[in-house]
Every structure is written in structure tokens, then in C-alpha cells.
């Protein structure tokens, strides 16, 4: 047994607190083409997601939501990578893309904060 | 305010061996013995003596091996039902209080017919909730009083939810989130007035004060060994005698039993009917040196202890002003937990559709940051769902102090506390 | 016959603290192993190295302490789950073999229809009798397939009583009485050809022979930890995913939910469904530690040594004309258990009318008089009265083996077993 | 936790065995006032009391059984004790006046094999 190696203080970096405070793609949207909301009961965490659908593209995505310092940040995070992409690139998109997106090492417990959204996004665009 | 606790917490730490570990170079600030508690030495040790000098299977061997590890397995059964005023015929031993509910919830809950009520209230565990819940199957309703602002119990609602249909009334003695000391004397007098059977949930007590089951008017006491320096695995449910024997037993095999044909069996007689298959001997033997060593410190002082602990606690963290705390404020009135949430911020550096909402920091960034120092608090629903709802927060941070905590843990959760907001630059 | 084991039993013996013991100056010769089996300092020491370094509650905690607790726990069920071919979803930890055929006898037994039939055979355990007992009630039937004179599985009989109406097909794969090895494998494709579950109880095999579940067609496998050199207190239930998901709980309470609210509840995912209240996860690394232990001397092994240490036995014990051995003669077909009993005794030195009847020694006295040079075996019914019945005794006595037993062990039964009689002076 | 001094060799003293091969009052009995039976299902130890009642007196009494030496034994003992005694002296008999005339010693599994004839015979007087 071996102490891991957490590298805790290294998750509230600048990058993800600025996406936690100032989040992009924040507030609801009028007639989505989808919308879907998704939760963490074990937490509290929420959110919703509101994706504008145009020719297979997403032509705009908003979010609304309450939670943890991640899973809010990803879910800012993660509407920017989609942002513009068309249907193909969301449903190839893999949670290591978010990972590396997110840049912070995360355990167990808080994985589940910051694929959240990404479930959330996968459920939205999943009858298209 | 001087260090005049009644424990000798220095001494007391040096018994609990994890306490010496440093993590990322700290001391560590274990303040979750709400969920379990560490482990002192002289249980360690009780685990190990067992296992080098006296493992057996227990009641059917007849060689003296085993006719000693069945003597240290009943000589704890009575020395535990003892540390609870318990003759120990009375004593079953289970895995944890889980199972001492669900096993009160198969076999009392036999007895129960549709129309039956069961009472108990928004602050309790999920342990005591959803074993009642299954019984809704066979038309049995499930009524939960409420709480009062100030986080006790509402006994006005109480006394207007009971009647002649509730057949089972159960309680959590301390509320593993609020605090709140429940006054079960008296609900259990009420119960009986009513001819209900009288179920305490004794998890968070009979850890941290004296609990004697006569004076507490208890038909049934469920509590864990390993909420009390015992080791995993083990618990116990104290049961009035004649009501054990009234009820079916609740797991079928080996030890329960008096006699097994094919096409039927007999029951052992009370405790062993409810203990099926080989006991953890192991547990009950920890668990019983974990009681000697409670008994040495006497519960009058722990109980002592967490009230000048809370007190401290409540006056530090009182006054921050960012910080709500739930639960009575009267130490009198509450066990060692503390439960607290930043109130929701509107600082100017947030997205401004966040701000008009405020943003509430969540109690997983909470603990997090606090773990940065090295005090481990527990954040999250602890297992209290509907408390949580009628709260109206996701989740809460909770801190919880036991023998091995002191002023010191104190300041060091008040001092993680002020650098939350540093932390993420709210 | 030379002293050829495969394991090297000198030096293994070093690694069991409790051999060391001396019992009336006397070195333990310890033949109980199928009651439960003696610890290794690596799984004690697993046990002290959890409390002393990295004791949390689990899955909740935020904290690293708590992680790493967590982590600790799931790295066990993975690897306890690798040990028998299953995927850790598949892995439920329970208390007991006992406790985990009782979950599934309440939460599969719940699917079950009055006029449906459970399939067992004569030689089961009472912890594989009991609980399909229980369904009863709903007019589910038990029936048992008998054996043969040599005490294996009667396969016509067993087949004869198989039909449409079967849903459970629940088995013994290692008798603890007579010792049978039963066919699994085809025991399984027979259940399955008629669409019944095949459950098998593992607690004899597993700790005593290569087992994959795949292999053995077993859509359920229970074991015991304390049976295979683990800690008392944890036992595992494999359950095919599917079948598992479509199960209601068994227990009620933190861990297994995944939302509470006053009205009903939605449970957690498997195997967490099946895990109420706080796990034992000191049981669970101490088991993981024991997997270790025996990976590390090959299960191929200790079943060789078990096998070459049952035929000495069945050779020596042979020899003795006064004794009666029940089961297999081949020790391919049995594990590293012997039960036998003296035949009835006419002797001179008896009351008369007695001797007509003859005098059986009771396995009591046996054991006490075996006891008297420390060599332990177990006398009684084994929770096996049904097969006791069957063979038409009271009890047997049984001597069983393990990967610390050698020759020497069975000279020593040998031995004490020749002066039984002189110490009843008969 | 210390060892218990256990002095096993002890339980098969020649008093005992010779009750055990050579019980007194071994036997049924034809018309008895009462006849009880009892076993221990955990070891298949078995026991038949018969007794002679007239006037409150035991004036004759005989058993059948098999089982361990110790509870064989022990009912031989115990029928001796009892016969020709009143029905008082009987119901007065404590299980340490029984141990008392075993004279040894007893782990608690082997008391059970011990008390079985004593149990019966409480049993068989209990309707005087
Ligand atoms: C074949 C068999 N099944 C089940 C059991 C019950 O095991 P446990 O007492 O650990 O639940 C045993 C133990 O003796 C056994 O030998
Ligand atoms: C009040 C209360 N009841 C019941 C429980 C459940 O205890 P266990 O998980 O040991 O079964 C807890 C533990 O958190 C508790 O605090």
C-alpha cells in the first residue's frame, strides 16, 4: 500500500476558478432545440444544458447549474469546446478530452463532479 | 477560555497509532468520528492477540481452543450489553446499526399489517428510513415529524402524528448532522402510551455518552462498534427479551438453529436465533476492548469533553460571520457535530447572473481546501437526505470531535475555514 | 510413502503466529480448518497496517485519508473478484457464506411464485437449507437429491427431480462432511438446460481449489473469508451483473441508495445496491491480503496437498479396523476433510444390554480424548443434520486439512485416535 | 485473556467410566407412573426417564439413552441419587448437587451432556 500522490492545491488553478466565478455560456436559452437536465444526488450538484441545433451543428449552448467549484467550471469548459463543432465531434468526444481540457488531476470522488456536464451533454445530444 | 478539559487528550492520542501519521507533512486533523472513528492501540492489540492466541469457530467445538474463543466471544457479549445497562441475553451481534434496523424491519416488521404506521422524523439516518420503506410494500405508512428551527425535534408535531395505528416509533438518539440530542426518554413514554414498540437509534450515542437502555425506555437500541474505536464489521442490537422471542428470526444457517430437518426447523433460543452462521468473533472482541477502554475514561467524561469541545466550536466558528451553523446552539442540547455552510456570496467578482443569485461555495470545495491543511471533515448529504431537503441545501460540511480531539483541531478548522474564499478567489 | 508435499508446510507453518502456541506443552495440531481457518502474519498484519495508517469511512469522504480507504476497499474487491475469474461489479461483500445465500434466498427468493421448486441435495450445510426454508411460507417447495452409498451426488435421482417447475438449482460444491467434490460444471448446464439459477456454495472450494466462476457455470458463488485464512466477519457473494440488477436490495440504509426522499427511494448501483451501511473494510483488505497469500502458494498446489494428504489419511485411518470413514474413497473425488466415527463395540467390559445394541463412542468423547494431545477435530452434526439423518448418526467426528497441515498431523490423529479406547477403558 | 487451566484428564475418572459401561439403573421400565424423554439435537445425545411413583416416594426408577460418556454417565449417577427419595428431595435437587457427585470438572459445551438427564428428570416430576 502505497500513499498516493495527490496534488491537491493543484486543482483550484487559476483556469478553473476563472471558469467557476466567470463561467462562459452561462444563463438559460429561449426555445432550444434540446434541452436536458442532469444531477449528482450524491452531491447536489446540477445542471442543465440548452443546445441550439442548426445543419448538425451547434450553433449555440448555454448552461445553467449550482454545484461544486468543478463541476461547475467543467461545464463552462466543456461548452466551449462544443461551441460552433457539429454533432460528430460531441459524440466522439471522450472523457480524457474533457481531462485534458480541465488540466487538473482529480480523485475519484470529485471525477464524478467534473463529468457531470459531460453526462448531461452525451444524454442531449443522444437522439440526434 | 482555558484548555481545561477533563480528558488528557495529549495522552489519549499517543494511544491511537494513525495519529502519528503526517500527510503531505501535517499533523492529521481527523474530525469525521461521526462516520467512524480511528482506532486505539489497546483494540489493535485485542485483534491481534486473538488472532495469534485464540482463533476458533465458536459453540460446537469441543476441543479448548474453541471453547475459549466461545468464552472471549460471550465474555464480550456480556461485557458489552453491560457498558449499556444490558443483560446479555439481549444482546445480538450484527454487522453494523444498518443491520440492526433491517433486522428489526424483516422480523418485528412480519408482524405489522397494512394500515400500520410507523413514526419517526426528518432528521434520522437512511439506515432508519428505508428499511421502514420496504414495508410500504405491504401497505405499512411511513410518517416522519418534523424538526424546529432551531434544528430539535417539534414535539407538538410528534404528539399529533402518533395514534393508535403506529405500531413502531423510532428515533435517532443524536442526529448525525444537527447535533440534536433527542429527549428519548420521554418520546419513549409517549410511545408506550400508545402501545407502539420504541426503537432507538443509538449510532451517534452510545459512543459518546452514557446510555443505559432502562432509563431510556428503549424496546430496541441499535448502535456500531466501529463509530466507538471498535474495529469494522461489527455492531450490536440490544432487544427486550420477550419481544426477540416473539419475532421470527431473520437470516437462516448454522448457529441459529436447534434442529434442521428437511422438511423443517427449529430455532436456538434468543440471542442466537438472530446470529446465522459463523459470528466475527474478531469484532466482538475489539469492540468489547474498545468498551473497556471508554469505561476507562469514563462516558461522564467523554460526554463532558464533547460539550466543553462543541461549546469552543461553536463560539469560533460562531464567529465567522460568512458561516451558517445548524442545529441548537445550546451545548446542553447537542452532541459533538457541527454542521456549517458558507452563506451564499455576492461577491463582485462572480458572473453577474450568478451574483443576483449569490453563489453558495459547495461544501465539496469546502473539504477539499480544508484537506489541503489536513482536517478531514465530512461534506455532503451524510447520508440524511430528506434532512437535506428540509434544510433546502445540497449538502453540508460537517465536523465531528471525539476523545482524540482537542482546542487545537478547533483553531485548525476555524483557521482552513478563513481560507476558503483566498482559496478560490470569491 | 515419502514426505513429498508440494508446499513447503516447515516454512508456511512460520507464518502462523498461533501455531506457535503451546496447548498443555503441547504443539497445536489443528484439524478444523473447514470450521474456520488460522491467520497468517500477512493477513494480521494487513489488518494493523489498515488501522494504523489508513482507516476512513468510505465512498463519501472527500478527504485523502478517506480516499485512499476507498481506494483500498474497490483494489480489495477487485482483487478478491480476479481470485475466482469475476469482475469486482460482480463482487458483493457480505459477512458470511451464510449471510450471502440469505440475500439471495429474500431478494431472488422475492421472484419466486408459489408452486416454484428449489432443487438442493442431502448433503448441504444448513446455511444452504434454512433460508430456501423460509420461502416456504409463499408455497415454494425444497427439494433434496440424494446421494449415493459412497456419498456422492446421486445424479439419477438428481436429474429425476429436476423438472419445469424448478427455479433455484443451489449446491454444495465441497461437502463438509463427507468431503465430495460435486460435478459443478454439469450440474450447472443441467440446471440451465431447464432455465433454473444455479447457485453454488462455494465455502469448502473456494479456499481449497482453483474456482472460476465461468468455469463452473455458477450464476451465484458464496464464500466465507475466515475459511480461507482471512479475518472473521466478511464473506463474498458473486452474482452474475444481470441477474444482480434485476434483484430488489436485500438491507436498507447509507451506501446502497442513490436518492432518499420522505416517499421512496432509488437504490445505487450494483454491487453497491447490495452493500447497506458502513462496509467492513478491514475485512475486506485483510481477505484481499489472504487472496495474496494463497495466489502466492498457487491454489493448484494447495489442492495437490490437500489431496496427498487426504490419501495418507484415508490409508492410515484405514487401517484402523474400529473406524468408520464416511464419503469418497478417491481422493479425486473428495477435498481435505474426513469425517468417520468407531464402530459399534460389543465389548466384554460393558453392561450387558448394552452390549447387545453394542456402544458407539460418542464423537464427543473422541474429541475431548484427541484434545487431550491438542490435536483438534470438530464432533457433532456439522449443521448438517439432514445428511446426518441420512446416515443414520448422531454426529461424526471430522479432522480436516489445510496448507499447514503435513504428515506429521495425521500421525498425530493417527496416534491420539488409537488411545481412545484405552482411555475410556472399553 | 488467560488461559483457562482446563484439566481435561480429569473428566474420565474411573467413577465416571464405570457409570458409563456399567450403568446402574439402566433399563426400561413396564407401566412406569411417568416416562420422559429428552435429547440434545446439537449432539444427538438422548435420554428416557422412567419412574415408579407411590406416595411421593421414588421407588423405583430406570433409564435407556446413548450419547457421550459424560451424559450416559451422569444419568446413572443422578437415577442413583434419586432412588428411593421423596418427590421433594427431587424437585429440590440443584444442578451443582448433581456436579457435586460427578466430581470433575466441565467445559461449558460438555455441561449440556451433563444436565440432559437432570433436564428429563425435572421434566418427568414437574406434573407432581
Ligand atoms: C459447505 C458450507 N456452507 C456454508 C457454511 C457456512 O459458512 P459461514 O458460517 O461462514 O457462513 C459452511 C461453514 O461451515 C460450510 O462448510
Ligand atoms: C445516526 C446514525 N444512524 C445510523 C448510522 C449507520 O451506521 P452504520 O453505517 O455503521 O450502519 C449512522 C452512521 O453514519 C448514523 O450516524
Not at chain 2, 416509533?169 to 444537527?178: A, E, I, K, P, Y
Not at chain 2, 461549546?311 to 457541527?338: F, T
Not at chain 2, 455552510?341 to 453558495?360: A, T
Not at chain 2, 437526505?385 to 465531528?400: G, I, N, W, Y
Request: aromatic share 8%; with cysteine.
Amino acid at each position: 500500500m502505497s500513499e498516493r500522490d495527490y496534488e491537491l492545491d493543484n486543482i483550484y488553478m487559476e483556469f478553473i476558478l476563472e471558469n467557476y466565478r466567470n463561467p462562459k455560456n452561462y444563463g438559460s436559452m429561449d426555445n432550444p432545440t434540446v434541452e436536458r437536465s442532469g444531477s449528482n444526488p450524491l452531491c447536489g450538484d446540477e445542471i442543465t444544458i440548452y443546445l441550439r441545433i442548426e445543419n448538425n451543428r451547434i450553433v449555440d449552448v448555454r448552461f445553467t447549474g449550482r454545484g461544486c467549484a468543478i463541476s461547475q467550471a467543467s461545464a463552462s469548459i466543456l461548452t466551449e469546446m462544443i461551441k460552433g463543432k457539429d454533432l460528430d465531434y460531441v459524440k466522439g468526444l471522450k472523457e480524457e478530452d474533457l481531462l485534458s481540457a480541465l488540466g487538473i488531476e482529480l480523485s475519484p470522488a470529485r471525477l464524478k463532479c467534473a463529468f457531470l456536464s459531460y453526462r448531461v451533454l452525451k444524454d442531449s445530444v443522444s437522439g440526434f | 477560555m482555558v484548555n481545561d478539559s477533563i480528558l488528557d487528550v495529549k495522552r489519549i492520542r499517543e494511544d491511537f497509532p494513525i495519529l502519528r501519521r503526517r500527510i503531505n507533512n501535517k499533523r492529521p486533523v481527523y474530525l469525521d468520528s461521526t462516520a467512524t472513528t480511528q482506532k486505539p492501540r489497546a483494540v489493535i492489540d485485542a485483534i491481534v492477540n486473538y488472532y495469534e492466541n485464540y482463533n476458533a469457530n465458536v459453540h460446537r467445538g469441543i476441543y479448548r481452543l474453541s471453547e475459549e474463543a466461545t468464552d472471549l466471544y460471550e465474555k464480550s457479549r456480556k461485557n458489552i450489553g453491560n457498558f449499556i445497562g444490558a443483560r446479555e441475553d439481549s444482546i445480538v451481534f450484527v454487522r453494523n446499526t444498518t443491520e440492526a434496523l433491517n433486522l428489526i424491519a424483516y422480523s418485528y416488521g412480519n408482524l405489522l399489517r397494512e394500515g400500520d404506521e410507523i413514526l419517526t422524523t426528518i432528521m434520522e439516518h437512511h439506515s432508519n428510513i428505508v428499511p421502514w420503506q420496504f414495508l410500504s410494500r405491504k401497505g405499512v405508512k411511513l410518517v416522519f415529524a418534523d424538526i424546529n428551527p432551531d434544528g430539535t425535534l417539534n414535539m407538538d408535531d410528534f404528539i399529533g402524528k402518533i395514534n393508535k395505528r403506529t405500531r413502531i416509533v423510532t428515533v435517532t438518539h443524536v442526529s448525525n448532522v444537527l447535533g440534536t440530542i433527542n429527549d428519548v426518554e420521554e418520546i419513549g413514554k409517549i410511545a408506550h402510551d400508545q402501545g407502539a414498540v420504541f426503537i432507538v437509534d443509538g449510532a451517534q450515542s452510545v459512543p459518546h455518552m452514557p446510555v443505559d437502555v432502562r432509563r431510556i425506555n428503549a424496546d430496541f437500541l441499535a448502535f456500531s462498534g466501529h463509530k466507538m474505536l471498535g474495529p469494522m464489521g461489527i455492531g450490536v442490537l440490544y432487544g427486550r427479551k420477550d419481544i426477540l422471542e416473539s419475532m421470527d428470526p431473520f437470516m437462516g444457517g448454522g448457529e441459529m438453529i436447534s434442529e434442521v430437518h428437511t422438511y423443517g426447523s427449529k430455532w436456538a433460543e434468543v440471542p442466537l436465533k438472530f446470529e446465522a452462521g459463523t459470528p466475527n468473533v474478531e469484532g466482538a472482541v475489539g469492540l468489547s476492548a474498545a468498551v473497556d477502554y471508554l469505561r476507562s475514561l469514563g462516558m461522564d467524561n467523554v460526554r463532558g469533553h464533547e460539550k466543553y469541545l462543541v461549546s469552543y466550536a461553536l463560539e469560533r466558528l460562531g464567529s465567522i460571520e460568512d458561516i451558517q451553523i445548524y442545529g441548537p446552539k445550546d451545548p446542553e442540547k447537542r452532541g459533538g457535530v457541527i454542521s456549517f455552510n458558507f452563506r451564499n456570496i455576492r461577491s463582485e467578482r462572480i458572473h453577474e447572473q450568478l451574483r443576483k443569485e449569490g453563489i453558495m461555495i459547495h461544501p465539496h470545495d469546502v473539504a477539499t481546501i480544508l484537506d489541503m491543511d489536513s482536517v478531514m471533515v465530512r461534506s455532503g448529504h451524510h447520508c440524511a437526505q430528506p434532512l437535506m431537503e428540509r434544510l433546502d441545501v445540497p449538502a453540508t460540511s460537517r465536523a465531528s470531535f471525539y476523545i482524540y480531539n482537542d482546542r487545537d483541531d478547533v483553531d485548525a478548522l476555524y483557521d482552513a475555514i478563513g481560507k476558503v474564499r483566498g482559496v478560490l478567489r470569491i
